[in-house]
């Protein structure tokens, strides 16, 4: 296994998303062969199943969805998405650069008997037809830190709304960016800083499902600081109506919730557009 920190000298930003959809492709099959993405198909034969939390499932359910049109960016296999779908959303479409991860999400959807549209994208380039057509934008786990600026990436999201349409970002909170990957001894020792410029290179690969490392295609993921995301939603006329800093792990770092010390593990932020 390699693993380097730092990127080459020169890379562009197109440079970084070109490495990145590659590295998505390549880690497709791995994600599919998982036990969680059975889960996710026996689940979704299930009427009304939802991969989300009972928090987040709590906070949607407070936005009438019945007939909302739906947006997920960065869909990945669209569980999150479909997962919306069951609670009575209308249109629902998936945006993702990776067509291996669409196909996977439309293997759920035939799972679930649900109709969603998946549509093969850089997010950036989300083809204009898409403009003002939500009523949902939805973004979580693991999507700001492959966008090299987020106050582009919010101008997409923004794009794709409706005008009063809103955003739904459940995120890991940035803080986690100082730590090693993976689970660690409490209390964890941070080996970055939070406040890092250039984007971090990992050639360990994507499969965070099983853990497990090979030597793969170098990826590219950026340090966005929390006022990046709140400046980014704000900067493109957004109202921010909800944003509450959690105490709980929604990605691979269970050990790290119910300390004394708590950190920040993830976050939950609504926004309406203007
Ligand atoms: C960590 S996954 C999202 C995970 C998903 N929320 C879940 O929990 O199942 C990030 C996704 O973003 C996609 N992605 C990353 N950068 C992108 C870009 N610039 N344009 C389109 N998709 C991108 C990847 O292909 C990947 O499917």
Redesign the pocket.
Known sequence: MTDSTQPPAGLSQDDL?TA??AG??EAADLHRAHPQFAALLEGFATPGFS?FDDFANRRLRTLEMTGKSVA??????A??LLSIKNIGAGRCVG????QA?LDQGRELAAAGQLEAEFVQ????AIPDEYNESFDLAV?????LG??PNLTTFFATVSRVLRPGGRLFLYEDHPILNMYPDGEQDMPPVPDESYFRSTPYQSKSG?D?GSGKTYDAQPVYWIFHRMSDVVMGVVRNDFAIEEFEELPYDIGTRPSYENQSQQLPLSYILFARKE
């Open positions: 998303k990145n959809q998505w492709d991969c997920q960016l960065c869909c990945n296999n569980r999150e945006f993702d650069f990776s991860f994208t850089e997010i950036s973004m979580t786990i693991g999507v492959w966008m994507l965070y």
